[in-house]
């Protein structure tokens, strides 16, 4: 199983989620975030330094999936997040070694 | 190492938490999410498909361990989650590369 | 690529961001969390066992890095975190997958 967070604009979040589950992708987590990458356009000189200056807000979705599915939802992901401006977001993926559905205690894919 | 990510109802995290201090879990991360697993009785139609609808606020509960406390860290949140009842939340597991205890530079389990 | 999480006191935040930025690390999510670690001098005794009782408020800092920055990242966050006094917080490594930023589609370290 895979991890796959992603970053992305806040008025994005919805079609984000229904693009995924669309797509039969039927788990996800979100929670609020700040942050910034390479912020061109907000920066500020600070010892001679150029300085990316402001947390911007964001919106964090976490999708646990099957291997099998991980490209349908990174996929589905770009596709529905880009704007083609600065500031879209990041994907990040990471390996899971277990998944536990707490009602059932079922484990695996069998819990996603 | 071990880390492990309960998405739990809000009125289970004191009772989760005290479960676990009571098995000598020392340290626990906690963040305000909402999300959705498969929302059965919470569906719409949306162009034919049935689509879960709400996200629904939840407690993550981050809890780094070693390997040998994995067990009982997840029978524990297993057995205080549960109510039965759909949407009683997940748990997933990742491994972990390092811990540092930032005070003291420790690293590794003694840094738990 | 790995992802550096750090678990830091509020007041900490603008100086850790400040040094990552002064080395070149373009990149970091941020979100506020609350938890404990082994919560010396708040503790209670309940049931005859002692018990940490305060979620205290922190915020949890996450950067996904290459691996030859990752001995930058977490010294620097190390040398900027700590104040000597308990609870200065941890830190806990992942390893990553794969980044991807959505704008360009742009994947692995050249996504950071
Ligand atoms: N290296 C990183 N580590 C952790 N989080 C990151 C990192 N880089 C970006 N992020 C998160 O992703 C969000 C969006 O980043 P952003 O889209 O600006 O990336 P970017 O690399 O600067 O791409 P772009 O050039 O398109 O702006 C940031 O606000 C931050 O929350
Ligand atoms: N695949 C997933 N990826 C990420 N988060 C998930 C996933 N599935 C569930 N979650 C998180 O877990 C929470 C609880 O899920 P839930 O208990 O409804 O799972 P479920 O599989 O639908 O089981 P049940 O049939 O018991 O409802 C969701 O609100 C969401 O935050
Ligand atoms: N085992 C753990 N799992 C998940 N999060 C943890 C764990 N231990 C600590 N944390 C997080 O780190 C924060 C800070 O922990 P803290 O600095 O008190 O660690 P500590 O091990 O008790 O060290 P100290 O003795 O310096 O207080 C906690 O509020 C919690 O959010
Ligand atoms: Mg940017
Ligand atoms: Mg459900
Ligand atoms: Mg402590």
Redesign the pocket.
């Known amino acids: 199983m895979k991890k796959v967070e992603a ?1 992305v604009r806040h008025f994005k979040l919805e079609d984000v989620k229904n693009a995924l589950t669309e797509q039969g992708i039927d788990g996800m987590t979100v929670s609020e ?8 356009g907000h920066t500020e000189i600070y010892r001679g330094t150029e300085y990316a200056i402001d ?2 807000p ?1 919106v ?1 979705i976490e999708v646990v999936c099957s291997e099998d599915s991980l490209q349908l939802v990174v996929d589905t992901i770009l596709q529905t997040a880009q704007t083609g ?6 994907i ?1 993926i990471t390996n899971l070694e277990d998944a536990i559905r707490i009602r059932t205690g079922e484990r695996g894919e069998d819990a996603l």
Chains 1, 2, 3 share one sequence.
Request: glycine letters at 20%; aromatic letters at 16%; zero cysteines.
């Open positions: 970053i975030v700040r942050g910034f990458g390479r912020q061109k947390f911007v964001k964090k401006q600065i500031g879209d977001g990041k990040f």
